[in-house]
């Protein structure tokens, strides 16, 4: 195939989402809806966090930036598939699609990261509350928030210097609605070995290792349920955790799902369908799930609802 390198490449084309084109009226509105309230739902709870002094504690600090972490990682690929739905276009520059897939990846190491600090404060919390307050100061969960950020940062530079000195043939069709490090690496026509093994190493540090802290502290969460005495110290202690154990089985659940299990080249648009529930899904219930089964936030949300009733 004919070989093509950055230097000379402009754009390359996103085919989007399986869909008819009489269908794109209808997806369009509806994946419109589904960012539109997956950034005022995240939103809110940044708002409650801020305006309510009781949510000012560890939990909810990190929820607050788990809350502008989705907004980011939504608004980093959907609004480019908005566009090219209505506007019919599938290209996207060279340098927009390495700086979508920069922040892609950028976004998705800090939700594992966010998700593994929220699972140690949980256990903190249920394992060891004497020691709570004193281990959980605001200078750990500062410290643990800006290891996050470091570490994500590192992992998504890495992996586009790897991908800036890669060559492509000719045939620059992504076959994705968004710039995906898998589909990129398809593209090239120079050894990816090296991109292979950024990806498997850092697959390790960012999933598998998040993941195994995320089960160990719930392992030890759930042994301590159980020495609970009573019926009502142990759903109090299930509330508090209920919330966060939903949220990484949803986010691990299609991560495992659509990387562990991939699917074969003849069933590549179910690959595509999968992904929109990892990076659209995700984002848009992780409000829902704090709203609607944690207390704190529903009484946050009535107090700021009568504040703003007495205010007009």
């Not at 009489?22 to 305006?51: D, K, S």
């Not at 404060?121 to 020691?131: F, K, S």
């Not at 969460?221 to 154990?245: D, F, M, N, Q, R």
Request: proline share 4%; glycine share 6%; with cysteine.
């Amino acid at each position: 195939m004919k070989r093509e390198n950055q230097s000379s490449m402009s754009e390359f084309l996103l085919l989007g989402l399986p869909i008819r084109p009489e269908q794109q009226g209808m997806f369009f509105a509806l994946f419109l809806g589904v960012y539109l309230t997956t950034v005022l739902g995240n939103l809110l709870i940044l708002l409650l966090i801020r305006l309510d002094a009781r949510l000012h504690t560890p939990m909810y600090f990190f929820l607050s930036h788990l809350a502008l972490t989705d907004i980011s990682f939504s608004s980093v690929t959907v609004p480019k598939m908005l566009i090219n739905m209505q506007t019919q276009g599938q290209s996207i520059p060279y340098a927009g699609c390495i700086t979508q897939m920069y922040f892609f990846i950028f976004f998705t190491g800090l939700d594992d990261f966010l998700l593994t600090s929220m699972a140690y404060d949980r256990y903190m919390a249920i394992c060891h509350p004497l020691h709570y307050s004193t281990v959980m100061g605001q200078g750990l969960c500062t410290l643990l928030v800006i290891v996050s950020w470091i570490l994500s940062c590192a992992n998504a530079l890495c992996h586009t210097l790897l991908l800036t000195r890669l060559s492509f043939c000719a045939d620059h069709s992504i076959p994705h609605f968004f710039c995906d490090l898998g589909a990129l690496l398809k593209l090239s026509c120079s050894d990816t070995s090296l991109n292979e093994l950024a990806i498997f190493t850092a697959g390790v540090a960012d999933i598998i290792l998040p993941l195994v802290c995320i089960l160990i502290s719930y392992g030890h969460i759930g042994a301590t349920i159980l020495k609970v005495p009573s019926t009502k110290g142990i759903c109090k202690a299930l509330s508090t955790c209920g919330s966060h154990l939903s949220v990484v089985s949803l986010y691990y659940g299609t991560i495992i799902g659509l990387y562990f299990f991939p699917s074969s080249s003849t069933s590549r648009d179910k690959s595509t369908i999968a992904s929109v529930m990892y990076t659209v899904v995700t984002p848009l219930l992780n409000p829902f799930i704090y709203s609607l089964r944690n207390r704190d936030m529903k009484r946050a949300l009535e107090r700021l609802l009568h504040r703003a009733k007495v205010f007009t």
